[in-house]
């Protein structure tokens, strides 16, 4: 919203200024400061693991903090943690002191592409222990593939070998991750046990595919039931509600392709996510738009209701099941939203 907000400003400046570049500038200030990571110098790259280090320590001493009083084996294993990642934090400092002097740039997580954006779960209380423990893997997971990566494009052997030793240290974090405490958890807790690879799926699959399920069920809502209470005619409800499912899936599929190219997170394959996001939206929409094609309007705009709360309810489900989110929250959330929307269709539609 931000970055669209400020394009627009300088694109109406420099508009004014009658300058055919300055629209192609205004967006390199917008978007410029995002780097790729081949673009990163040795120096870059060890600035941004130092930084990371840094981060993901102080993410694992609140963690500990906040599992201290419920959890405390869970808390003590992520003071351990916290402990070596303070470590790795030491020997990444000493080795950039030794080849570039004392200088450090600012260079963060967020400032290049290939990240995925961290929840502040750091900051809610009462920590769920599920969802640290989804956190704490897909972080180690993270950590390693940025290492991986590092170390296969440095040319130089020191740099190397210490993000080498980094990458395997972070594998068995990751290892250790998965296992969290498995001893003192609640027995519905055990059972519901996961790897990082399953919540990389979640990233890769899950998260686009809901993502557009939503928008799709949801959005389009609203023009499809306008049409249909506007004409009274299935055939016109129908053809609004195709037209609606397509544009919004083409949308929503390459906002998701051109969100960020998942080369260190292992989110896949962006142009993948963006096919699943897009695909789960046209199929959330064209979904309540079927109904249409039964010739009786009013048989038709009972199943097309029936659909949409089935759809809303699948949605609710996923969201709990995948998410994390609590049931009353994410049925409160979704429903809410559905609601809104199908009245502003319904308001429209029979002004």
């Known amino acids: 919203m931000g970055r669209r907000f400020l394009i627009s400003r300088l694109g109406k400046r420099t508009s004014k200024m009658g300058n055919p570049d300055c629209l192609s500038r205004a967006w390199q200030v917008s978007y410029g400061g995002m780097k790729k990571f081949e673009e990163l110098t040795e120096r870059e790259v060890l600035a941004l693991a130092i930084a990371l280090e840094e981060e993901d320590e102080r993410v694992y001493s609140d963690f500990a903090e906040g599992l201290r009083q419920d ?3 869970t808390a003590s294993m992520f003071d351990g943690m916290r402990e070596e990642e303070s470590g790795h934090r030491r020997r990444l400092l000493e080795l950039f002191q030794k080849k570039f002097g004392e200088h450090i740039p600012l260079i963060r997580r967020q400032d290049v592409r290939g990240f995925v954006d961290r929840p502040a779960l750091w900051l809610v209380r009462p920590l769920r222990i599920e969802a640290v423990r989804k956190e704490a893997s897909t972080m180690e ?3 390693r593939r940025f290492y ?4 296969a494009r440095t040319q130089d052997a020191s740099i190397r070998q210490l993000l080498d030793d980094l990458a395997t240290e972070e594998r068995e974090h990751e290892e250790r991750a998965q296992e969290l405490d498995k001893q003192k958890l609640p027995a519905n807790v055990k059972a519901d046990e996961e790897v990082a690879q399953r919540r990389l799926f979640v990233l890769q699959i899950v998260q686009p595919g809901l993502a557009g399920l939503m928008d799709g069920s949801v959005s389009t809502l609203a023009p499809v039931f306008a049409a249909a209470f506007a004409t ?3 055939w016109t409800a129908f053809r609004v509600g195709l037209a609606a499912s397509a544009g919004a899936g083409i949308s929503m599929g390459f906002a998701e392709a051109l969100s960020d190219d998942g080369s260190l997170t292992g989110r896949g394959h962006p142009w993948v996510r963006g096919l699943i996001c897009g695909a789960m ?5 064209i979904g309540h738009t079927l109904p249409f094609l039964l010739r009786d309007f009013r048989m038709a705009l009972w199943a097309a209701t029936g659909v949409v709360i089935t759809e809303l309810g699948l949605i609710t489900w996923i969201r709990h099941r995948y998410m994390d989110s609590p049931w009353f ?3 409160l959330q979704v429903g809410l939203g559905g609601v809104l929307v199908f009245i502003t269709g319904w308001l429209i539609g029979s002004s």
Do not use: D, F, I, R
């Open 148 to 151: 991986e990566k590092a170390a």
């Open 281 to 285: 939206t046209a199929l959330g929409g």
């Open 232 to 234: 009274t005619n299935s």
């Open 71 to 73: 959890y405390p084996a």
């Open 329 to 331: 929250s994410a049925a």
């Open 141 to 143: 997971v993270e950590t």
